[in-house]
């Protein structure tokens, strides 16, 4: 049976001190991860170490980077390496979301090549996929996420496919306040797994988490984490706040044990 990862990504928010402050407040609310559920926070690279520090002391809490760079060295003004994350006791990474897309110019052969990175570092890649607004309505959502996965996961083979961790995040819903219903999140997460079965085998894809992002809260995480092949969230805003970060997690463990 699958378990639920309840995922932050903090994007560009909380300098140390605040990052600090967080998790003394955070791990108040969650002593430790309920049973059937993982926690990670994504901090920005300066807050990782303090991430970690604080991180150790709960069963469950992991700490992951907001990106990587798929070579070990070099001259890469302003990147980092896997192994570098690796080393602040981080053991997570997002790979490939909208923004970075959208503003970094990332494409599904450096979400390729970051995924391969991350699995040979030891790392947990989160690897985001999604449509356009103008995607979805034209109807092309499907094709679209096909193709960002089949991509993305191309020469991984199967025992690497198991350690990844897929984040479904239609763009349209990011930070915006629209969320996928449960009904459009359930819809295109069996179909990513139905790609997933295509790609490797039924038993391998029934064992890959995939996670909703787009405007997960407090309030509509429960319709969407009881959703079948909703396996947990990756939660941009929401994650900000230790109170409806804990909210969503405490939800997870009650599905979960449900
Ligand atoms: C995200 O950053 O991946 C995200 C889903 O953000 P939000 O929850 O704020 O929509």
Known sequence: MRTF????????????AETKAYFNEFTKLVSKAPEGVSILLCPVYTSLHAAADAASSVDGLH?????????????????????????????????GHSERRQYY?????????????????????????????????????FDVVRSQVVKGLEGISKNDALKTVIAYEP?????????????????IHAFIR???????????????????????????ADELLSQEDVDGGLIGGASLKPDSFSEIVHFAGKIYSS
């Open 5 to 16: 990862l309840i995922a932050g990504n903090w994007k560009m928010h909380q300098n140390v």
């Open 63 to 95: 700490i992951g980077a907001q990106n990587l760079h798929f070579e070990d060295k070099g001259a890469f003004t302003g990147e980092i390496t896997a192994a570098m994350i690796k080393e602040t006791g981080a053991d997570h990474v997002i790979i």
């Open 105 to 141: 110019n990332e494409t599904d052969e450096t979400v390729n090549k970051k995924t391969k990175k991350a699995i040979e570092a030891g790392l947990t890649p989160v690897v985001c996929v999604g449509e356009l607004l103008e995607e979805r309505k034209e109807d092309r959502h």
């Open 171 to 187: 763009v349209w819903a990011i930070g915006t306040g629209e969320t996928a219903s449960p009904e459009q999140a359930q819809e």
């Open 194 to 220: 139905k790609e997933l079965a295509g790609l490797y085998d039924e038993a391998t894809a029934a064992e890959i988490r995939i996670l909703y992002g787009g405007s997960m809260n407090a309030k509509n």
